[in-house]
């Protein structure tokens, strides 16, 4: 019951419009109300590569969101759902979902689940696939990898895309070449090349608190560690990221070393297909992704 202290306001009115036209502002606003690092520049390149929807109340206050990004035709990413604090459990974040849903169509989806939207996304028939740790901290560079055999670690350039995104594809079984052409111009790139092949390369970009290393592709730990040690480097005594799906093993081993431990987890899910063991290319050994672009891009 209301008193004079106190005032009861129960009933919000939400409508629901493309987030595409939203104040970015508005954007950061939600995020940081529930804790998340981005910046409005984050939210602007997520906007470009990705659409999504917002709630908004009658006097324009953003109190939710949700986005999804396409992996070629078949196949997308939710990501940045989210729902302000003072709405939370009350529904609102199915009721965005609901409208993904709709918005996505038949495609296969995944997603990274925090453990708060957990419960939400089991409930929509989403399927725990794998665990994310999320690891980070301030980049410390410990003693450099062994010299591998007959490869050369370069920059990454400009004209490489083509062939990276030939190795992102075996690695995700999804057409992320839109995505990564977009990342490639905000990042810092580093290729490994055996032979005349590149057989493994990382991108490091400017995110949220620091800087994020993602995406990491490669096909055994010892390349993995070689195309991430130089942003380890380059961000000596920053604040460096990297999320990754390797529980143990020489690179898990190498980022806790550099300065980067497990930070928090969130949960792999998919609804529809199985989002991580989809149909590999029948190449030899299939490369992995040992860092993702990020949580909401996989
Ligand atoms: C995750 C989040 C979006 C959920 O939004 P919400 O508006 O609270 O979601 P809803 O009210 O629609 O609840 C969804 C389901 O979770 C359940 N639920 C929500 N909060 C709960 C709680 N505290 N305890 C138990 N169950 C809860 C609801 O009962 C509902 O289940 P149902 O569909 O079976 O009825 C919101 O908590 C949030 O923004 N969290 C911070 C950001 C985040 O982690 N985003 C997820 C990114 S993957």
Known sequence: MATEESIQLESFELTVGDLADVDVEKLHLLSMSVGWPHRPKDWDMLREVGQGIAAMDQIGRVLGSAMWFPFGDDFATVGMV???????TRGTGRWLMDRILQQTGPRPLGLNSTRAARRLYLSMGFTPEATVYQCQGEALPSSPP????????????FKDLPELAVLDRQACNADRSALLARLFEASKGMVL????RIVAFSLCRPFGRGSLVGPVIASNDADAIAVTYPHVVNHAGGFLRLD???ASGAFSEFLTRSGLPVYDTVTTMSLREPWLIREKDSTSVPPVIYGLMSQTLG
Do not use: N, Y
Not at 146 to 157: F, G, K, Q, V
Not at 193 to 196: I, L
């Open 82 to 88: 989210i729902t302000s604090p003072r709405l939370q």
């Open 146 to 157: 062994a010299t591998l055999t007959a490869t050369s670690l370069r920059e990454a350039e």
């Open 244 to 246: 990754t799906r390797q």
């Open 193 to 196: 090349v055996r032979g005349d």
